[in-house]
T-cell receptor, first 111, second 111 residues
Framework: EAGVTQSPTHLIKTRGQQATLRCSPISGHTSVYWYQQALGLGLQFLLWYDEGEERNRGNFPPRFSGRQFPNYSSELNVNALELEDSALYLC??????????FGPGTRLTVL | GESVGLHLPTLSVQEGDNSIINCAYSNSASDYFIWYKQESGKGPQFIIDIRSNMDKRQGQRVTVLLNKTVKHLSLQIAATQPGDSAVYFCAEIYAGNMLTFGGGTRLMVKP
């Protein structure tokens, strides 16, 4: 069974640009979660989507947004990029029993 | 590979010894806890979980202990192997499916 996949693996942007990160969950998982893992810090919860709707969001500004498509894949959009947005962005998916399976992440570098 | 964090506490153990990794969680209302292992360049991988109505759970070579009185979680790894070298995160779940992660501990196994 294929795991959670994320694209791209690496993304380099400049300040003020927009970044779009993509995630495909494990087949059958309806929930997708996004986390930010900045260097030197732990994982910070960003967003939770389930059945196409945003269920919860972490303590991040509105320029972090996303959506979940009918096939349960998801996009994370970061507008007006700032240097401190440079981080590893992890996507996880889960079935209803709460165990989350993580993808390999997208490394975003903002110059 | 990816660097998970530069300032993580580090536990260094000899191959074959037992390892104990500790974590303090923040919310007394959390009802589900998970330990994740993150190897360089990869997303976090589920190791073991425990519900708040339990104080101990054992897996293969791993044991999780939960002390709700002091909001403390520990992961014990028996007969630590070089392949156990990674960063270990504890996570708590409350408010639905939102995971909140601890800062992580880097385990280094010396051959």
């Amino acid at each position: 069974e294929a795991g959670v996949t994320q694209s791209p693996t690496h993304l380099i942007k400049t300040r003020g640009q927009q970044a779009t990160l993509r995630c495909s969950p494990i087949s059958g998982h309806t929930s997708v979660y996004w986390y930010q893992q900045a260097l030197g810090l732990g994982l910070q919860f960003l967003l939770w989507y389930d059945e196409g709707e945003e269920r919860n969001r972490g303590n991040f500004p509105p320029r972090f947004s996303g959506r979940q498509f009918p096939n349960y894949s998801s996009e994370l959009n970061v507008n007006a990029l700032e240097l401190e947005d440079s981080a590893l962005y992890l996507c996880a998916s889960s079935p209803p029993n709460n165990e989350q399976f993580f993808g390999p992440g997208t490394r975003l570098t903002v110059l | 590979g990816e660097s998970v964090g530069l300032h993580l506490p580090t536990l260094s153990v000899q191959e074959g010894d037992n390892s104990i990794i500790n974590c303090a969680y923040s919310n007394s209302a959390s009802d589900y806890f998970i330990w994740y292992k993150q190897e360089s360049g990869k997303g976090p991988q589920f190791i073991i979980d425990i519900r708040s109505n339990m104080d101990k759970r054992q897996g293969q070579r791993v044991t999780v202990l939960l002390n709700k009185t002091v909001k403390h979680l520990s992961l014990q790894i028996a007969a630590t192997q070089p392949g156990d070298s990674a960063v270990y995160f504890c996570a708590e779940i409350y408010a639905g499916n939102m995971l909140t992660f601890g800062g992580g501990t880097r385990l280094m196994v010396k051959p």
